[in-house]
């Protein structure tokens, strides 16, 4: 990564400029297909392809729809096939690498950029020709607009012919499939789309194509896919003219003009980025990139967070660690208080769904950490709009949350003697940081993991604040608070050795130097002292810091994975176990502020070490930030190309930062 300025240097204008992308270095590498862009539309559904205007995996498309908000997508249009025909010469616009013998379509688009929305340019035998994209908010529509400028002597005709995929987003298609067409409408596996267009429609013979899928074949799934088309639509530009090509691709028969999605996505987003009150260019691209993930679940009839794109749905852990930057440190209150208000109403023995229902089935509550997390979001929504009514109608469901932790709840959770948490039994994964590979746990946490039980007395500290605010104290959780904070530091700080236990389970794995040790300094009550703090934080620092996040496990540990990739045994045993998170960084810098008392001169140094992030929003989703990253040499997103978790934290970070220094 090359990093030419500093992120408090950065103004927007600057910012939209580190969103331009060349298409080819001196080498002839196609390198606006390593980036990508993200459109959404509040649903679940979105539009993403690559710079280059190729899929390079088979959950991207022009137009991936979610037929039952927000998890239930299909990816209907899946490609633009477009060509430039001038004077006899053909040209493809848009790039696409085929499997097997099929010669790749080298692409004229020689410039990406995304701000608000995707912005293509190319040029072909003096005719140039603008591409822009973006979906239609609450609805589950794409719009593709081109201008074309024709400066030769002679006609020039722009093609373009959607190739089609009408599956499941995550299954490649691996099987021809019958469908109809009609006049703009084309019907599949049970789906419609409409095609509404200025240009000339016209029915084509069925074309099938072989996609290649590089970015899947990585991580050990299905290399290539099937797509089909069975129409194009043509523009003629007569010569020293210019004209103007626009299509929406939508479930719908009835239509929003293209212009006005497109001008919709940049005024909605654009006020978005006013809304949060933050001044730093960083942190409004952050606020904006933080809309992706927000969106509304038709089984609930409330809000939900998205955990990342393109292959997450929405899980209760992801939410509640989402929801403290996503919403609050946007300043989208009121999304805040519809999401914690779902989880009130689907509390059940003291624990939080970890995955919502669908078409009738029950949730799963098997998380520990999501409960405990749903007491800080309330906390933090308290702290910043002081409705306390809204925290008396949650209280009673905290209440019972801290009485089934300390009597015993599923999964194995609950409170030992010492009035510590644990959690786990058999093959359950109940923490973050739990993976499962049939009967393989890679990482297993079961006894008391250390950030479950920072989440612990920092809940305790909340029950016990907001129970005076309430005018009903309970001292009971102030004792309690006391007695874990006593067990806590007597149980897992190594004084020796300065840093956390990582889990108190007997075995080889609880002294690990892993990254869940930082939350029990950046939460909000913490129960170390301030010389423990700063100890902790030096060794993450020495540890586990990268530029783009924290390491899962030290270099230095003989289970050190550097590398994450390959069919999805090896990424599981690597996922965290070395692998560096982008989200863990959030704590980490909340963390150093308050250990250096939140000066300025803390702040500066954060600043500092945050100077990559211009270079991360850019990297590969434009605008947003990653899962993961390598634990060595972290400079490619790995995982989801865009992550909420990623996202809030930083973001939190940034409001801190603000803060502060009083920008």
Partial sequence: MNVVTKPSEITFQMLREIMRFCYTNDQGEH??????????????????????????????????????????????????????????????????????????????????????????????????????????????????????????????????????????????????????????????????????????????????????YPEDAKDGRADSGLAWGCFRITLTVPARETASLWIVFSQEARYTPAEDILEGQRRRLSQLAEHCGLRDPLAR?????????????????????????????????????????????????????????????????????????????????????????FIDGIWQYYSRTQDLAFVKEAFPVMAHIIASYEAGTKHGIGMDSDGLIFAGEGLDQVTWMDVRVNDILPTPRHGKPVEVNAYWYNALCIMAALSEKLGTPNPHYAALAAKVKESFVKAFYLPERGYLKDVISGTKADEQIRCNQIWAVSMAFSMLSPEQARSVVDTVQKHLYTPCGLRSLSPEDPEYHPHYGGPQLQRDLAYHQGTTWVFPAGGYYLAYLKTHGSSKEAAQEVRRQLAYLPEMLKEGCAGQLPEIYDGDHPSEGKGCFAQAWSVGEILMVLEALETIQGQ
């Fill in 31 to 212: 390198l606006l297909e390593k980036h990508t862009f993200l459109s959404t539309n509040g649903r679940g559904g979105y539009c993403s392809v690559s710079g280059s205007g190729s899929v390079t995996r088979c959950d991207q498309g022009i137009l991936v729809s979610a037929v039952r908000a927000p998890d239930l997508r299909v990816v209907l249009a899946h490609r633009l096939r477009e060509t430039l025909t001038v004077q006899g010469n053909t040209h493809f616009l848009s790039a696409q690498r085929f499997a097997g013998e099929t010669p790749d379509e080298i692409g004229a688009y020689h410039t990406f950029e995304f701000d608000r929305i995707a912005t293509w340019r190319g040029e072909a035998d003096g005719v140039s020709v603008t591409r822009q994209c973006a979906m239609e908010y609450g609805e589950n529509s794409t719009a593709v607009c081109y201008e074309v400028e024709n400066l030769t002597e002679a006609p020039a005709v722009l093609t373009v012919q959607p190739m089609l995929k009408f599956g499941i987003k995550e299954e490649a298609r691996q099987q021809r499939c019958d469908f109809t067409y009609d006049n703009g409408r084309v019907e599949a596996n049970g789906l419609t789309m409409y095609v509404h267009t200025n240009g000339s429609l016209e029915k084509t013979e069925p074309r099938w194509e072989t996609l290649s």
């Fill in 285 to 373: 691209q952050l606020a904006m990139a933080a809309d992706a993930y927000i969106a509304h679940r038709d089984s609930t009839g409330g809000k939900t967070i998205l955990a990342g794109y393109p292959l997450f749905s929405d899980w209760g852990r992801d939410t509640m660690i989402a929801l403290r930057g996503c919403c609050l440190a946007a300043g989208r209150y009121e999304d805040a208080k519809s999401i914690l208000r779902t989880f009130l109403a689907y509390e059940k023995d003291g624990l939080m769904p970890n995955l919502f229902p669908e078409g009738g089935e029950a949730p799963l509550y098997n998380t520990v950490d999501a409960a405990l997390l």
